[in-house]
Each structure stands twice: as structure tokens, then as C-alpha cells.
């Protein structure tokens, strides 16, 4: 059973940043790609950056490209989420995901960021 734990939210001002920190355990294989999600107040889970395995492919939601930087350590087991030039629509719960073949199956349980204006 795959664990996956966040951390480093927090509370910040417009256009400062933040960086997200996940650590992942239990893996029974090595090829997982790992990311990103955010859930604002009455909105759905989106997606916001994955990473493969070999951390050589990214990608990024639209409003977050430019800004977020999504980097791993397969030594650590680490995923991290670099965040900068925060907007206040960026506040939401950030969860970190586990994909093992075609779909996010592990979850973690969520850090909170929120960006004043």
C-alpha cells in the first residue's frame, strides 16, 4: 500500500511563494509517475503538474505554467511542488498522487495553501 505524505502549506501574501513537499512509501515497483491536485472551497479536485518517473516529462495546468516548478527525488521518494508569484485563486487544499499505470490510485491527504491579497 503506497503512503503518500504533504507538507509545507501555509498561509502567504500575493506573489510570494511556497514550496510542497510529498514523500512516498509502500511501493512495491519503481515506475510511478507522481503529482499534483488542488481543491478550492466548492470547486472539484483539478490537476496542476505531474512528473514521470525518470522526471525528464512534465506537465501543467494552464494557470499555474510559468509559476509552478514540479521536481522529484526517486532517492527520497520525493515529489516537491515549487510555487512562486502566488495568486489569491491558487488557495485551495494541494494533494499529492500516485500513478502506477493508467490512473492516480494513491492519495495524499491533503496540505492547505492559502494566498492573501
Known amino acids: 500500500q503506497v503512503q503518500l505524505v504533504e507538507s509545507g502549506g501555509g498561509l502567504v501574501q500575493a506573489g510570494g511563494s511556497l514550496r510542497l513537499s510529498c514523500a512516498a512509501s509502500?511501493?512495491?515497483?519503481?515506475?510511478?509517475?507522481m503529482g499534483w491536485f488542488r481543491q478550492a472551497p466548492g470547486k472539484e479536485r483539478e490537476f496542476v503538474a505531474a512528473i514521470t518517473w525518470s522526471g525528464t516529462g512534465t506537465n501543467y495546468e494552464d494557470s499555474v505554467r510559468g509559476r509552478f516548478t514540479i521536481s522529484r527525488d526517486n532517492a527520497k521518494d520525493t515529489v516537491d511542488l515549487q510555487m512562486n508569484n502566488l495568486k489569491p485563486e491558487d488557495t485551495a487544499v494541494y494533494y499529492c498522487?500516485?500513478?502506477?499505470?493508467?490512473?492516480?490510485?494513491?492519495w495524499g491527504q491533503g496540505t492547505q495553501v492559502t494566498v492573501s491579497s
Open positions: 509502500g511501493r512495491t515497483s519503481s515506475s510511478h509517475a
Open positions: 498522487a500516485d500513478r502506477p499505470a493508467a490512473s492516480w490510485d494513491y
